[in-house]
Every structure is written in C-alpha cells, then in structure tokens.
C-alpha cells in the first residue's frame, strides 16, 4: 500500500483595471499611482475575502484539525502547499487571519511549504538564461523564510510546466524534487505516475508525478451529478487509494477547488474531515510530503522532455493554456520584450508592476479554447471574451512599455 502526497496550489492573480483606458486621462498616472491605475483593487479585495471565507479559512481549520487529531499517532496527517507571493501580498492586505491560519499550520510541522515563482509565471519558458525565472523563485524563497520561517526544498512550476531545462535549472538551485503531471507518454516503459523518478539532465533531482485520474476525481467530478461514481463518499476515495498499486500516490490540485469550486454545500468539507481516518485504516497506507516521499522510496526510473515538448496539468497537458493563439503569443513577447528595459532603469516600482504583470493567468484570461478546456477558461475569467482580455492586456503592457523606453530616452 503507498504513501499518499497531498499538494495543493494556492494562487490569485492581480486583476488588470478595465477601465484603463478611460482612467488614465481622470486619475494620476504618475509611477507611485501606477498600481492602482493598472489594477482593479476592488475585484481583487473582493475575490480574494470571498475566496477566504469559502476556501481558505474553513479548508485550513479542516486541515489542522486532522493534524491536531493524529498529532501523536505513529502515522501523522501531512500535506504541502504552494503559496505564491501574490496570493499572499492580497491576504496581507485583505484577508490578514488567513496568513494566520498558514503560520498555524507551519506550526505544526507536518505542513511542506514548496518553491514556487513569486508571481506564478511563464519566465521558466522565457529563453536561454532565465535569470527573471531565478530571481522570481529567489524572491519567493526569502517570502518562505520571512513570513513562514520555512526554506522550501522542493519546487513546483508554475501549473506543473515542466521540461529538461527547466529541471536542470531546479537542481542547479539546490532543490531535491520537483513536481509534474503524470501523463502516460513520459513515463519510463511499464511504469506508472505512482513511483518516485530521477531527471535524466539532471539524475540528483527526484520527479513526484501527480495521478491525474485520483487528483481530479476530486478537483473536478467530485460535485457531478452526472459522474458514475457520485457521491463520492471518504471511505470509497480511501479504497480507491489503498488498492492502486505503486510507492506514492501524488494527489495535487487547486486548493480554490476546496469550497470555492466545490461549494461547502457540496459536502467538500465533511470528505476532506472523514479522509484521514477512512485512509488510516489501512495499515500501511501513510502520509507523507513531497521532501519526505522522495526520501523514503527508490528510483523507478529517469524522466526526460524536450524542451519542444514541455508539459504542464492544464487544458492538453502542454503550454497551449497561455500560448495556443496568436493574441496569446504576441503578449508573451511583447512581456518579455520589457525585461531587458526595465530593469536597466533601475526603477523598482515599474519593476515590481511588470513583474505583477508576468503573472500567468493574464495569458490564461486570452485562451480561445473550446469544449471543456474552454469552459475552465471562462470560468476563471473575469472578462466576457477572450479578446477583451486581450485588449485591455495589450493597452496596459503598452502604456508601461512606452513609460519604460520615454523614461532611458531621457537618461
């Protein structure tokens, strides 16, 4: 019987203003207003208590109780989260008792706080040196160690986006794993998601593979009605978990899918309360976090993806999420265009902005998928089509870009 691995992904973006266009001739506009006149505060403020009051706040309590209860069992309740630094600038302003609730989990030393870029970024794919992707997970790291008190030891990408580069960079950090999706074509022959792999560009850096099939029965099908297998009771998910054979089972998903996704009054809450134990009457079945998992069982064998074929856990299971269209791509690089000029300014306000303006979902927000992937795009989305986000993307990202080459013009 395995280990399970419970990861969850904790993120909110900073929402672009859309009325840019007609606040920018009403309000100031000089650097020290640009946040304002490039955000929408009161979205932001507004999702992010939301998301607190149905998430956040009653998921942690959920946790720590199931810690609390096997605090001094041999076989304890672990899990991991990944914060990003956005996330946690908006609870510090909005929401502060939710960065409560995470030191109280830290507290109990059975929580893993994971790497991750500072502003949930697409940098790991920017190019040949990656110094923005460093510096992201850098500044992320000290936010660990700052607020948590934690120095994260393993990393996980922005949506899972993984490739050889992006490996190598992550064991040249110092870090001992790293996370990706466990799709079946880069898996070692006969081997399943549910075992412990090196990187081959890089064999010190061990690879947790999340199974896609047992993370979304929750994630995603957990509230249909139509699904074959709903309800979903603890006590089936903890059978299903038991009897499926391997070393670790790596249940990762978006902490937002625990209440905000999946209503309270979907019974979310009483499964995530009646899990531990229902999974705890199977002798050998344990808890374990991603550092911990990596340590405990041998190498199945060596993972390697091309850099022309990156995966991540979203849409197709590639980077077509932020750049499947042609609106998506020119924002990319008109992003990355910026971080050569703006950083010879010097200026850390435009940097911080361009850097909020990194942050994945504005990407995300110009997809034109269709069918279910396109459904998950619309409804994360604050906007009413794809091309309004990109208008009101590619209005902001001009303004700042033309700020930025006026301002080393007159150096």
């Excluded at 001992?176 to 081997?191: S, T, V, Y």
Aim: proline letters at 3%.
């Amino acid at each position: 019987m395995p280990s399970i691995v419970f990861y969850f992904q904790v993120h909110q973006p900073y929402r672009l203003n859309q009325n840019f266009r007609r606040d920018r001739f009403f309000q100031d506009s000089s650097i020290k207003n640009l946040e304002k006149l490039y955000f929408t505060e009161e979205l932001n403020k507004d999702i992010m208590q939301r998301v607190a009051k149905k998430c956040y706040l009653p998921a942690n309590k959920t946790w720590l109780s199931a810690i609390d209860k096997y605090k001094k069992e041999k076989r304890k309740v672990k899990i991991a989260f990944s914060l990003t630094g956005t996330v946690l600038e908006q609870a510090e302003r909005y929401q502060p008792d939710v960065i409560d609730s995470f030191k109280q989990l830290a507290e109990t030393g059975c929580v893993e706080f994971l790497a991750e870029t500072y502003y949930h970024s697409l940098t790991s794919i920017y190019g040949i040196d990656r110094e923005e992707f460093k510096e992201q997970v850098n500044m992320h790291g000290r936010l660990m160690k700052d607020l948590l008190g934690v120095e994260p030891t393993s990393f996980r990408n922005t949506e899972l986006i993984l490739n050889d580069s992006i490996m190598k960079l992550a064991a040249e950090m110092g870090f001992k794993a790293i996370m990706g999706e466990g799709i079946e074509h880069i898996l070692p022959k006969g081997k399943t998601a549910n075992h412990i792999f090196s990187s081959k560009k890089a064999p010190s850096l061990k690879v947790l593979l999340r199974n896609y099939n047992l993370s979304d029965d929750v994630a995603f099908r957990f509230g249909s009605g139509r699904w074959e297998e709903y309800p979903l009771y603890a006590d089936k998910y903890a059978s299903w978990l038991a009897a499926t054979p391997g070393d670790c089972i790596n249940i990762f998903m978006d902490y937002e899918s625990l209440g905000e996704h999946l209503w309270a009054e979907s019974g979310i809450f009483e499964f995530l309360e009646h899990l531990p134990g229902e999974l705890l009457k199977y002798d050998k079945v344990d808890f374990k976090t991603p550092t911990e998992v990596v340590d405990a069982y041998p190498v199945a064998g060596k993972i390697s993806i091309d850099d022309f074929s990156t995966i991540s856990w979203a849409d197709d299971r590639d980077v077509g999420a932020w750049l499947n269209n042609t609106l998506q791509n020119i924002s990319f690089v008109d992003q990355k265009f910026l971080e050569k000029p703006i950083k010879k300014l010097n200026n850390k306000t435009l940097l911080q902005i361009w850097r909020m303006l990194t942050t994945s979902d504005h990407l995300y927000y110009i997809s034109q998928a269709d069918a279910g992937p396109g459904e998950v795009h619309s409804y994360f989305s604050h906007y009413k089509n794809s091309i309004e986000a990109f208008a009101n993307y590619n209005e902001i990202i001009s303004d700042l870009t033309a700020r930025t080459l006026m301002l080393l013009e007159g150096k």
